[in-house]
T-cell receptor
Framework: DTAVSQTPKYLVTQMGNDKSIKCEQN?????MYWYKQDSKKFLKIMFS???????INETVPNRFSPKSPDKAHLNLHINSLELGDSAVYFC??????????????FGSGTRLTVV | DQQVKQNSPSLSVQEGRISILNCDYT??????FLWYKKYPAEGPTFLIS?????DKNEDGRFTVFLNKSAKHLSLHIVPSQPGDSAVYFC???????????FGAGTRLAVHP
């Protein structure tokens, strides 16, 4: 059973298109995240939702809009795609960190290529 | 400016020897420090963590050391095995919303 699943795994699309990436977790976690791994391999947080409420919103273009219909799902919609949006997008989930916590559980990533 | 730095992009170690991966940070407000391991085409997986009130945490072959005065975190793997070959990210928690700041990663290659 996959704990955090993202679809699609690969996405190739043309500039200007609108696309969505879906994420689901079956761990019962309260918090979900979107991270972007750019060409320099840095993992940077984009958004976080806790129980369907947006709690972290980093400096991300308005073309990116997260949506959380329930605490097990966090989708990412991207409007008017640009070449610079090409990256690997990771979804993750967690409970609040405790001394025995295991941090985030990540999905396997969605490789987005904008041509 | 990067708050978390992993200055070694790669490390090569012989099987059976110790692997030491390093991470430096600038923000004194980080309260949890984690290491993740990543294989190609997979998401990062949690390895080991330490809170800011401790200086060492051990789990089997993996030990994490925290030197708060030097703002330095390290991961020791001993003995190293070929299956440990992966990219290792340090991740530091900032603030109450469980936000993790990641380093750029170090690619570890363990050869026979």
């Amino acid at each position: 059973d996959t704990a955090v699943s993202q679809t699609p795994k690969y996405l190739v699309t043309q500039m200007g298109n609108d696309k969505s990436i879906k994420c689901e977790q079956n761990l019962g976690h309260d918090t979900m995240y979107w991270y972007k791994q750019d060409s320099k391999k840095f993992l940077k947080i984009m958004f976080s939702y806790n129980n369907k409420e947006l709690i972290i919103n980093e400096t991300v273009p308005n073309r990116f809009s997260p949506k959380s219909p329930d605490k097990a799902h966090l989708n990412l919609h991207i409007n008017s795609l640009e070449l610079g949006d090409s990256a690997v997008y990771f979804c993750a989930s967690s409970q609040l960190l405790t001394d025995q916590n295991y941090g985030y559980t990540f999905g396997s990533g969605t490789r987005l290529t904008v041509v | 400016d990067q708050q978390v730095k992993q200055n070694s992009p790669s490390l090569s170690v012989q099987e059976g020897r110790i692997s030491i991966l390093n991470c430096d940070y600038t923000n004194s407000m980080f309260d949890y420090f984690l290491w993740y391991k990543k294989y190609p085409a997979e998401g990062p997986t949690f390895l080991i963590s330490i809170s800011s009130i401790k200086d060492k945490n051990e789990d089997g072959r993996f030990t994490v050391f925290l030197n708060k005065s030097a703002k330095h975190l390290s991961l020791h793997i001993v003995p190293s095995q070929p299956g440990d070959s992966a990219v290792y990210f340090c991740a530091l928690r900032e603030g109450g919303y469980n936000k993790l700041i990641f380093g750029a990663g170090t690619r570890l290659a363990v050869h026979p």
